[in-house]
């Protein structure tokens, strides 16, 4: 059965056929097991550096604070790896228990529930366009176009924010599904309380509130919500091609911090193209964003559009 955005994209699919070239699609969309593995490695090798600074020179605020803002950062980059499984390419074979395994123990460090996130992201893409059907747009999106309540996302409050969206989408899902979810968000949830317990018995509640509480509760928020923005908040809803943020290129900032997640328009016209295939993937539609007449934005842009000038979402923000 055709979804709304099988059916909206009918409109420029031709396009982007013409745009790039099969063999170049066909190199895009090749899953390589061992750049994701790297990725990861790269991720934990970093976590490891930079919980040694806090707990070396902990005492350091020119140190544990810009640390903490890191371990953050790569807590909330394990949602991004979350997505990679699935979309189911993180290894070629698509039902692979890879997958299953790898999205169970990527979720928990962000204390997601990976049964819900996979119902949620899959019916993202499935109703995007729709207000009432997508349900990043219908539950998570701020209704309330005030700047106090815009704000409230960059802090622990985007907690019981999240949840509350997860659970009006949930509640339509079959019983079997629902209590698999509650199963799995017991789990982080203990995980998490069970970190925290052991970091401040073993190092000190000092400690424990650097290299867990701030990072998750503090730092987290601010990096979903800034990655967030640039996904469906600036669009042209007068043309499905535009249903999605275009953000200009950044492979020495936002590539690295957000694991390429920052491509998402690219994403969602080929959503089975690897986190690392993304930019070059942006390259190859150069011609297809300039005939369209797409804006590139940056993340500043975008924070000055949606905190300082009130932009409503999901609308054209323009120049």
């Known amino acids: 059965m055709a979804t709304n955005w099988d059916k909206a994209a009918g409109s420029f699919r031709a396009e982007l056929s013409a745009a790039i070239p099969t063999e170049t699609l066909r190199a895009l969309h090749q899953v390589t097991p061992w750049r994701h593995a790297l990725v990861v490695l790269r991720q934990l090798a970093i976590l490891a550096g930079v919980v040694t600074l806090i707990l070396l020179f902990g005492e350091r605020a020119y140190v544990w604070i810009p640390a903490s803002i890191v371990i953050g950062f790569i807590v909330f980059d394990f949602t991004v790896l979350v997505h990679e499984v699935v979309h189911a390419i993180v290894v070629p074979k698509r039902d692979s228990r890879w997958h299953a395994w790898l999205g169970h123990l990527y979720a928990v460090p962000s204390g997601l529930s990976f049964s819900q996130f996979r119902r949620w992201h899959l019916d993202h893409h499935d109703q995007l366009g729709t207000d009432d059907r997508d349900p990043k747009r219908a539950y998570l999106t701020p209704k309330l176009v005030r700047r106090w309540f815009k704000a409230l996302y960059f ?6 924010i999240y949840f509350r969206a997860a659970r009006r989408a949930a509640a339509d899902y079959p019983a079997d599904l629902r209590q698999r979810i509650a199963w799995e968000r017991r789990g982080a949830i203990l995980f998490h309380l069970g970190l925290a317990a052991l ?32 996904q469906h908040y600036d669009v042209d809803p007068s043309d499905p091609a535009q249903w999605g943020t275009l953000i ?8 690295r911090i957000f694991l390429w997640s920052n491509y998402h328009l690219e994403h969602h016209y080929f959503p089975r193209v690897p986190m690392y295939n993304l930019p070059a993937l942006h390259r190859a539609l150069g011609g297809f964003f300039d005939a369209h007449a797409m804006r590139r934005r940056t993340y500043g842009g975008l924070l000055w559009d949606w905190l300082v000038r009130n932009r409503v979402p999901h609308t054209r923000w323009g120049a």
């Open 248 to 255: 200009r290129p950044s492979p020495l900032l936002w590539d």
């Open 155 to 160: 802090t622990p409050a985007l907690f019981p």
């Open 199 to 230: 970091l401040g018995w073993q190092l000190g509640w000092a400690l424990m509130l650097k290299l867990h509480v701030l990072p998750v509760f503090f730092v987290f928020p601010v990096a979903f919500t800034i990655n967030r923005l640039g």
